[in-house]
Nanobody
Framework: QLQLVESGGGLVQPGGSLRLSCAASGSTLDAYALAWFRQVPGKERDHVSCISRLGYSKAYADSVQGRFTISRDTAKSTMYLQMNSLKPEDTAVYSC??????????????????WGQGTQVTVSS
């Protein structure tokens, strides 16, 4: 059974950077398409970025395009989200997700079968 654990969240000032990690256990990640989602209390979970199983296809939400970069390291069974030029509106709980049924990059949370517990990112001065 695949388990996902996020790390790297924290408090950062506007304009700062963070790198989130999503580490897998119980299985390797090479058979999964992966994604990052984020959620603010009282609001729906939003897609941030996704990466296909082989890593060739990536997608980003308009709000993070050009500031965030998704990547995956098959050897380490880990996915990353490099977040630069952070803004207060990026404050949320960030969760990683894995999908074994397709090889592509989906922006829909319903397409993902496995989820991490989330890591808090707070952007504030």
């Amino acid at each position: 059974q695949l388990q996902l654990v996020e790390s790297g969240g924290g408090l950062v000032q506007p304009g700062g950077s963070l790198r989130l990690s999503c580490a897998a256990s119980g299985s390797t990640l090479d058979a999964y398409a992966l994604a990052w989602f984020r959620q603010v209390p009282g609001k729906e979970r939003d897609h941030v970025s996704c990466i296909s199983r082989l890593g060739y296809s990536k997608a980003y939400a308009d709000s993070v395009q050009g500031r965030f970069t998704i990547s995956r390291d098959t050897a380490k069974s880990t996915m990353y989200l490099q977040m630069n030029s952070l803004k207060p509106e990026d404050t949320a709980v960030y969760s990683c997700a894995a999908d074994r049924r397709t090889s592509g990059c989906s922006r829909m949370s319903k397409d993902y079968d496995y989820w991490g517990q989330g890591t808090q990112v707070t952007v504030s001065s």
